[in-house]
């Protein structure tokens, strides 16, 4: 099967990430291209970057293939891999939609004195006339969204969890959050298929009305996410458990007591335990699942200094050490203007060692260790992957501007 390149954007700065997350309906003409996309392609389209940018072996030409992501295609080209944008330069006139970059394409590198530029046209192939390029891509069911070919940003295994899984909330959230009351059977422990009963706060029932939520997801125990300079609680963030669809609200039944009078009797939402991460027992929480969707970004520094501290390695409390593929929740969030897909430098700490020649103690100093992005915000934290990393990383750890 064959399209254009006009027909599927193949021209751009950024890519989708996790496509297997798309609803059949998302189309990627729906997705906007951003002021700050333009302003960048605007001023790079012509130029690139400087030659010395450019990674020591980067290909004068790749075949994109299955499992590749824009992440590593950028550090193949790049030394500093977040300046794809400026790499990846575009005609704005011929392709509106710059999102997706597919399996298949041949991408090369163009040299022009001290710059470089990556395009999907061989050199002289009527890049000056505009002429639509064409990519083949591997045929598709007519069911599939054509974004479900796009390359991912990162590894989405790595991060589709996390996407659904941490959830930050405030200290009386979860509080006032439907709680599991009892279990069919009584069973202390429920798993995947079983059924649940819950009731919600007396003024957030659990019903099943038309535009009521039905899945949720099941939380327990939320730990304080403390800033590790101020100690300040930051949120709380709440270990998932699973899912559960609701199948019955809450309900009074009337029945008669025997007296000639009539007793309403109160009768919890019933739900069916749809999946579990662990054991869900009476006492956790529920909370409506969000809606699945795109997420969209790209690789991309901040625009202004930056300089986080990791506040907790996400999976365990047991863990103490963050390593490579790795999460960790970050002290800065949407408030203090951070936003999906920025790259931070990680830093080590700068251990207190013993001076091996007269035996006093000093204080090394911080190195840069590694790379991390963030993936998913909230107000007052973030949630960023370890790209690499050389030493393991630590709560408390700095994250600045890469260099």
């Known amino acids: 099967m064959v399209f254009t390149g006009v027909q599927r954007a193949v021209l751009g700065t950024v890519t989708m990430l996790c496509a297997a997350l798309a609803t059949p309906v998302a189309q990627a003409h729906d997705l906007p291209v951003s002021a700050t996309q333009r302003a960048t392609a605007a001023q790079v389209a012509q130029q690139g970057v400087p030659l010395a940018e450019l990674a020591p072996e980067a290909p004068d030409t790749y075949v994109v293939k299955r499992g590749d992501t824009l992440w590593g295609i950028s550090g193949m080209y790049l030394k500093r891999p977040w300046r794809w944008p400026e790499l990846w330069g575009m005609n704005l006139e011929a392709i509106r939609n710059p999102h997706l970059i597919f399996p298949g394409q041949t991408l090369y590198l163009h040299k022009d004195g001290a710059y470089a530029r990556l395009s999907t046209r061989a050199p002289g192939d009527g890049a000056a006339s505009g002429d639509p390029q064409t990519v083949r891509v591997s045929p598709r069911t007519r069911s ?13 295994h790595l991060i589709e969890p996390f996407l659904v899984e941490p959830v930050v909330v405030d200290g009386q959230a979860l509080q006032l959050a439907p709680r599991i009351v009892a279990t ?15 009731r919600g706060d007396a003024s957030n029932p659990l019903r099943a009305e038309p535009g009521e939520p039905r899945q949720y997801r099941v939380f327990r125990d939320a730990v304080a996410l403390k800033d590790p300079l ?5 949120g709380y963030e709440a270990q998932h458990l ?31 335990v749809s999946s579990s991460k662990e054991e869900i027992r009476a006492g956790d929480r529920l909370l409506p699942a969000p809606p699945r969707s795109f997420m969209s970004y790209a690789p991309h520094a901040p625009q202004r200094d930056l300089e986080a501290r990791v506040v907790s390695i996400y999976g365990s409390s047991a863990v103490a050490n963050a390593a490579q593929n790795n999460v960790v929740a970050i002290n800065l969030g949407t408030q203090d203007g951070i936003e999906t897909g920025l790259v931070l430098k990680l830093m080590t700490k700068g251990d207190r060692v013993k001076d091996r020649t007269d035996k006093a103690m000093v204080k090394l100093p911080s190195e840069s260790n590694g790379m991390a992005m963030v993936f998913r915000t909230f107000d007052r934290v973030s949630y960023a992957l ?18």
């Open 386 to 403: 370890i790209l690499d990393v050389r030493t393991p990383v630590r709560v408390g750890d700095r994250l600045v501007n890469p260099e």
């Open 230 to 234: 101020t100690s300040e609680i930051l």
């Open 184 to 198: 069919l059977e009584d069973r202390v422990l429920m798993s995947p298929g079983d059924r649940i009963y819950a």
């Open 242 to 272: 699973g899912t559960a669809v609701l199948v019955r609200g809450e309900t009074f039944e009337e029945s008669a007591n025997g007296k000639g009078g009539v007793t309403s009797e109160y009768v919890p939402a019933s739900l069916d």
């Open 144 to 156: 599939d969204s054509l974004a479900d070919s796009a390359l991912p940003t990162l590894k989405p």
